[in-house]
């Protein structure tokens, strides 16, 4: 297989989004490889979300370029990769099962049926979910509903992750043991991770590159250089997060100070 055909890295150039009235992004430039997890940090309102849209192609009114792997992503077009999603809420079909609830997802995917079983056994192991597999959502405490909503993110075998606040709804403790599982999970598949939050601590432990965002660029790059695994208490960690953290805190107030 050539090198381009596995190739899963994200690269955009000089993107500019526009709505009636404002610039949210002025000639964005991100690059993230294949396999690496990347965090994207900002204050409210300057363009997260926005940019996840374009990426997913569910936004083609924008100038620029987006790639995948090389291939260019035509606007007003569908990604040229598979994308799986996780967003803030589980976002989970009430009326089905868990496993139904994946099959769903397979169903509407390009995976064959073949291999269902297989795939679900496998991330249902990793997410320690296997025994909640008949389970309704509603029977499903808010961390496990968000595994199993990451089961299903990762059951359609997607190129490239993308995650949009995706543990700023569970408690501290609950968040921390997901971001654990996720990074075990990641290390296993080998994914390339765009992980939106609005957490400088969880950028940091979780992310190869921090990436903060601003007036509609990127307003700074950290690379986490602490080797991994890593611990929430160890004190290099902690160094880069204030780091992030005050980076984060100038973003917010340039932006604050640009709308006043
Ligand atoms: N459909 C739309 N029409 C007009 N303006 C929009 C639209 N969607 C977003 N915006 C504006 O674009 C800007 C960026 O919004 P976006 O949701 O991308 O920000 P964000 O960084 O994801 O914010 P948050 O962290 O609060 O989720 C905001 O000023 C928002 O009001």
């Not at 899963?8 to 993230?32: A, H, M, S, W, Y």
């Not at 997410?127 to 496990?144: C, D, K, V």
């Not at 250089?225 to 340039?254: M, N, W």
């Amino acid at each position: 297989m050539s090198r381009e055909a596995t190739d899963n890295g994200i690269r955009v150039e000089g993107l500019i989004k526009e709505f009636p009235g404002q610039r949210v992004l002025d000639g964005l430039d991100l690059t993230v490889a294949d396999g690496e997890f990347v965090c994207l940090l900002g204050p409210s309102g300057c363009g997260k979300s926005t940019l996840l849209n374009i990426l997913s192609g569910l936004d083609g009114d924008y100038r620029g370029s987006v790639r995948f792997g090389g291939q260019p992503m035509a606007p007003g077009g569908k990604p040229p990769v598979t994308i799986g999603y996780l967003f803030q809420e589980p976002r989970l079909l009430p009326w089905l099962t868990a496993e139904r609830n994946v099959d769903f997802a397979l169903e509407n995917s390009r995976v064959p049926r073949a291999r269902w079983a297989a795939i679900k056994d496998r991330y249902f192991a990793l997410t320690g979910l296997q025994a909640f597999r008949h389970y309704y959502p509603h029977q499903l405490s808010g961390g496990m509903a968000q595994r199993l909503s990451l089961v299903r993110a990762l059951a359609i075998e997607p190129d490239v992750l993308f995650m949009d606040e995706p543990f700023s709804g569970l408690d501290e403790l609950t968040a921390r043991r997901l971001r654990v599982d996720l990074l075990d999970i990641w290390r296993e598949t080998g994914k390339t991770i765009l992980f939106i939050t609005h957490n400088s601590y969880e950028a940091t432990f979780l992310g190869d590159r921090v990436v903060v965002l601003s007036r509609g660029g990127i307003r700074d790059q950290i690379t986490v250089q602490v080797p991994r695994p890593r611990d929430y208490d160890d004190a290099a960690l902690f160094q880069v997060g204030k780091t992030v953290s005050a980076t984060f805190i100038d973003a917010a107030e340039a932006a604050e100070r640009d709308r006043h």
